[in-house]
């Protein structure tokens, strides 16, 4: 019996097929550019931008601001996501580069991010600043308002604030030369109670110390001026008057010799001054020449000076001459009786004791600086 006829099919070459299926797929992704070129091409017309056509046929549009994106060209865009303000920004992409569309998002690839700022408390107050054009904020704390705790917030008051009257003098015996004392002589007013007389007395060691920078600082400025061989009568008074202070606060021999030397020489040129004649007594008295002193300080009491009258009186008392020097007191409060300090050295001597000046400080305030 003959077997079954089965159907006769041509078998195809494998190589055949291969070369068939590799046809196809080319003639696909040659028509691909062109079709895509045509549809964008199309669908970019009405556009106001200029076109301009790369290598791959592809239409390139021009970024605006104002431009819109077809789903027709949604190869040829993309979206992105603005990190700083989380709004959705379009970007074209030509030759594979996305190109921002927006100069405001460009800018803000460039610039700090934004932060929120930090919350604070009631007890502060915040404050914003403005540092650049994309408004990068920073939050602190006001201290104007309030102390912060631990930290010391330097504080001016008015009163702090003081006016010394301006005060010219001569500077030579001769011409027209002035010098502007203002501030030594406002210095020498303010610690002349705690530091005319020897011994001096001060409330507490930091103004003693002041006093004493003070001192040698304004000894050195006036003192070239004093030396000069012309020097006036002005000039000598103010460089005796900082030097024997300077010899009070035992700032050493040199500032005794000079102020011995400067109001020598201010007598000379005004013998008849009662200042000058009180001082170069004082001088001698409280350094020890009790003899050579006396005859100023009665000279200075001659011509006025109530003062010279005390510093006989410690003169005798240190002589070993108490009732002299009790009698010389009260004779001197029938004169000034509103003098309160008379009083309180009368009540010394009575209690015993030797130093007349020995008195409670008067309380100054003098600044560290001049």
Known sequence: MNAMSQPNHPK????????TALAAACT???????????????????????N???????????????????????????????????????????????????????????????????????????????????????????VSRGQLPGSPIPQARVSDISFVPT?????????????????????IENVSPNARHYPPNFPNRTQRYYTREKIKTFADWIDPYARAPDAS???????????????????????????GQYIDRAIKNDP???????????MLSEGGGFKEGKKYLDRAVALGYTEAEQSLAQSDLLSDRRNEALDRLRRLEQKVPDN??????????????YYIWDLSAPNINVKPSI
């Open 12 to 19: 195809k070459s494998p190589k055949f097929a291969t070369l």
């Open 28 to 50: 696909m992704m040659l028509s691909a550019p062109a079709i895509a070129a045509t549809d964008t091409a199309t669908a970019v017309t009405t556009s106001t931008a200029p």
């Open 52 to 142: 301009a056509i790369d290598s791959s046929k592809r239409v390139i549009r021009r970024a605006t601001s104002d431009s819109t994106t077809s789903d027709s060209t949604a190869s040829d865009t993309a979206s992105t996501v603005d990190p700083v303000n989380n709004v959705s920004q379009p970007v074209e992409f030509i030759s594979g580069i996305p190109i921002a569309t927006t100069t405001a998002f460009s800018a803000s690839m460039e610039a700090p991010r934004v932060y929120p700022p930090t919350p604070i408390s009631n007890k502060a107050v915040s404050s914003t600043r403005s540092t650049n054009s994309t408004a990068n904020n920073s939050a602190g704390t006001n």
């Open 167 to 187: 005060v010219l003098i001569a500077q030579k015996q001769r011409g027209t030369e002035q010098l502007d004392v203002s501030l030594l002589d406002d210095f």
């Open 233 to 259: 009568f002005d000039i000598l008074l103010r460089a005796a008057k900082i030097n024997g202070m300077g010899r009070n606060l035992d700032l050493g021999s040199d500032f005794a010799i000079r102020g």
């Open 272 to 282: 008849k001054s009662g200042e000058a004649n009180f001082l170069y007594g004082l």
């Open 340 to 353: 309160s300090i008379i009083r309180q050295q009368i009540k010394l001597i009575e209690e015993g004791k």
